[in-house]
């Protein structure tokens, strides 16, 4: 099991930048992959971003060369620094520990609400 705590969410302007930080209860490079999904309201969960245990990121379509998820791993900590930052992608931000060993199973943060003023 492993426990996620979410932080660095705020309220800021078109264009403005923001970066979230996902501290895990352990060591991360355990995880087979965490990510950063966001949910807005009326909406699905969506995928941001994630990073494998050996380093491969994949990005939704819409962040792309805006978003960058990256980690330190003496902190446990994964995070996504968003640039760029337009009204479309305020939303609450989740961060996710996914296993994929046998059986898969996933765990989520408490998420961090991200809005984006027009």
């Known amino acids: 099991q492993v426990h996620l705590v979410e932080s660095g969410g705020d309220l800021v302007q078109t264009g403005g930048s923001l970066k979230l930080s996902c501290a895990a209860s352990r060591n991360i490079l355990s995880i087979n992959a965490m990510g950063w999904y966001r949910q807005a309201p009326g909406k699905e969960r969506e995928l941001v971003a994630v990073?494998?245990?050996?380093?491969?990121?994949n990005y939704a379509d819409s962040v792309k060369g805006r978003f960058t998820i990256f980690r330190d791993n003496a902190k446990n900590t994964v995070y996504l620094q968003m640039n760029s930052l337009k009204p479309e992608d305020t939303a609450v931000y989740y961060c996710?520990?996914?296993?994929?060993?046998?059986?898969?199973?996933?765990?989520w943060g408490q998420g961090t609400q991200v809005t984006v003023s027009s």
């Open positions: 990073i494998t245990a050996g380093g491969s990121r």
């Open positions: 996710n520990a996914h296993y994929s060993i046998g059986v898969a199973l996933d765990y």
